[in-house]
Structure formats: C-alpha cells, structure tokens
C-alpha cells in the first residue's frame, strides 16, 4: 500500500506556473504508475495525465498538452506536475494516484489517492 500527499497549489494569475508535488510513502513509488486527476465545482473528474514507473512514457490530455509536465523523482519517492501558462479553466483540485500497471490513457485501475491539493487560477 502507498499513501499519497499533494502540495504546493495555491492561487496564481492566468499565464502563470505552479508545480505540483505528490509524495508518497509504504511501498515505493517506483513500483507504480501515476496519474494526475482534477475536478472543478460542479465538475466531474477529469484524467489530466499520466507517467510511467521509471518514467520513459507520458500521457496528457488534449487541454493540457504542452502546458503540462509530469515527472518524477523516484529516488525522492515523488512525481511532480509543472503547470505552465495557467488558465481560469484549469482551476480546479488536483489530486495523484498510483497504478500498480501502466495503462497510457485509461484512466483506470487507480487504487490509491491523495487528497488534493486546490489550484485556483485568477484571470
């Protein structure tokens, strides 16, 4: 089993950067996939993206692509999520997962979650 802590959202102006953080603690890191989730108000959840155990593949929705970058730091037990060009539309709580296989982009067969962190972009 693997907990997983967010950190570092908070408020940023439309065409600004935050990067993310997810540490995870038990069973290292390396042992999973991971996903970026997100969900606004209102909103059902939304897959943002993806990277694989040792990290050589990567996945991102269309909304996000070349904005968002996922990477890890498995020697540090923690993925990142570096957000670029933040839009109003991307406010929302984001939140990691583990996946115990790599499925691209399904977003299935996460077992385990943090529990978010809130990022809220003013125009």
């Known amino acids: 089993q693997v907990q997983l802590v967010e950190s570092g959202g908070g408020l940023v102006q439309a065409g600004g950067s935050l990067r993310l953080s997810c540490a995870a603690s038990g069973r290292t890191v390396s042992s999973y996939a991971m996903g970026w989730f997100r969900q606004a108000p209102g909103k059902e959840r939304e897959f943002v993206g993806a990277?694989?155990?040792?990290?050589?593949?990567?996945y991102y929705v269309d909304s996000v692509k070349g904005r968002f970058t996922i990477s890890r730091d498995n020697a540090k037990n923690t993925v990142y999520l570096q957000m670029n060009s933040l839009k109003p539309e991307d406010t929302a709580v984001y939140s990691c997962?583990?996946?115990?296989?790599?499925?691209?982009?399904?977003?299935?067969?996460?077992?385990?979650w943090g529990q978010g962190t809130q990022v809220t972009v003013s125009s």
């Open positions: 997962a583990a996946n115990s296989r790599w499925n691209g982009a399904a977003p299935l067969g996460y077992d385990y």
């Open positions: 990277i694989s155990q040792r990290g050589a593949r990567t």
